[in-house]
């Protein structure tokens, strides 16, 4: 199955060099397994909801499906190098199937948060085992949505980040709208960038850094557009305010579905999804850095600054975002566009792959650091490390 599937994707190769009249995507269809996650959510939760004595299990779909299936067929499937032709993209950037698919997301997304919302209020017999295990598989589904509200983010049409801010809602992390493409993508691969993450640092080192940096990068974006416009910060036309808002109407419909049993549901749901997303985050970008001139001005985002990954099912389901390298370099580019780069960085797997090795410092360190070093070529000094073990790491691999 694996030669198979990866033979047939990469055999478009040759083929996408030069567009052909007839060309179309390989994939076309295989991207709405993204918009099936939420409703493979809620299926799983439905299913439990009709028999929760004898379908217990599927209360911990999300995480199953994250840490282990998902994994598991990264690496039964493998990789897909192949490139759309250049004279194809705009072709595909103007293909509304392709928002199409990016908004179908959220309607299951809801479907599955408010079913869950009731059955962890309602049922008072509920075994905390089954109430624990649907707090995090609606965490993942509100986790992963925020790739949905990533991608969106990045358009400039109302309605677009209208729908982004939908999203986000759930897991409160609305800034992220403002943030990431205001903030985290002017300051990508720099020490001044709170969610890139530092070689040496852990993800629990990184976590607490990247969501107060975040938040306050948000205030800080968000007030600075509004004085510009000559406008207060406590004012309708704040997205920050808009956003939270939106979070807030979530929250109090939510608390009303599943009522005061279900707050610590909502509030550890929203927790391990955005967890996920500053997961991912770490992982991105860990010890990359973009280089200075002599007056302090970094280089222009490259490829070589974020960490690649080309595992064909964790593209399919993230929106493609795994061609990070190619998101940054071209930001505004949609997912159906993104390229592959043979002097980007690349990761040892899948995001998913990647996602239980970062939870575990020595288990991340002994995976990556070398990778960093050999990718500055044993240079030190290009590397974007955490200070505080600087003197540790120049020990270990100055030689």
Not at 59 to 86: F, K, Q, Y
Not at 229 to 253: D, H, I, P, R, V
Not at 257 to 267: C, E
Not at 380 to 390: A, F, H, Q, W, Y
Request: net charge neutral.
């Amino acid at each position: 199955m694996n030669a198979t599937v990866t033979e047939h994707l990469n055999a478009q190769t040759a083929q996408n060099e030069s567009a052909k009249p007839d060309w179309k995507d390989p994939k076309r269809y295989l991207w709405l397994l993204s918009p099936a996650l939420p409703v493979i959510g809620l299926a799983a939760v439905s299913a439990y909801a009709v028999a929760p004595k004898t379908l217990r299990g599927l209360s911990w779909a999300g995480p199953a499906l994250v840490h282990g299936i998902i994994p598991a067929l990264d690496r039964l499937i493998g990789t897909d190098t192949s490139n759309p032709p250049e004279d194809m993209i705009e072709k595909l950037e103007n293909d509304k199937y392709y928002q199409a698919i990016v908004k179908a997301f959220i309607p299951a997304q809801y479907a599955t948060t408010f079913l869950a919302t009731w059955l962890v209020g309602r049922r008072k017999d509920m075994p905390l085992t089954d109430y624990l295990g649907l707090t995090l598989t609606v965490g993942a589904v509100n986790g992963i949505a925020i790739n949905t509200g990533h991608e969106l983010s990045h358009k400039h049409d109302k309605l677009d980040r209208f729908f982004s801010m939908l999203a986000l809602a759930p897991t409160g992390y609305t800034h992220f709208a403002v943030e990431h493409p205001f903030g985290h993508h002017k300051r990508v691969a720099t020490p001044e960038d709170p969610a890139s993450s530092r070689m040496g640092e852990s993800f629990w080192k990184f976590l607490p850094r990247t969501v107060i940096g975040g938040f306050k990068s948000a205030y800080e974006i968000e007030k600075r557009r509004l004085e510009r416009k000559g406008k207060s910060f406590w004012c309708l036309e704040n997205e920050l305010l808009q956003g939270w808002a939106m979070s807030a109407g979530f929250f109090g419909a939510a608390t009303l579905v599943g009522g005061p049993r279900a707050i610590p549901f909502l509030v550890g749901q929203a927790a391990y999804g955005a967890s996920l997303l500053e997961v991912i985050n770490y992982i991105e970008h860990y010890g990359l850095k973009r280089a200075q001139n002599e007056n302090g001005k970094y280089e222009r985002t490259l490829p070589e600054h974020s960490w690649n990954s080309n595992e064909v099912v964790s593209n399919l389901f993230l929106y493609q975002l795994q061609r990070h390298s190619d998101h940054h370099a071209h930001p505004t580019r949609s997912f159906q566009a993104l390229r592959h780069f043979e002097n980007a960085p690349q990761l040892p797997g899948g995001y998913a792959s990647m996602l239980l090795p970062a939870y575990f410092p020595s288990w991340w360190f002994g995976m990556m650091d070398q990778r960093v070093v050999d990718h500055y070529q044993g240079d030190l000094s290009k590397i974007n490390m955490d200070p505080e073990r600087r003197e540790e790491i120049l020990a270990k691999y100055a030689s």
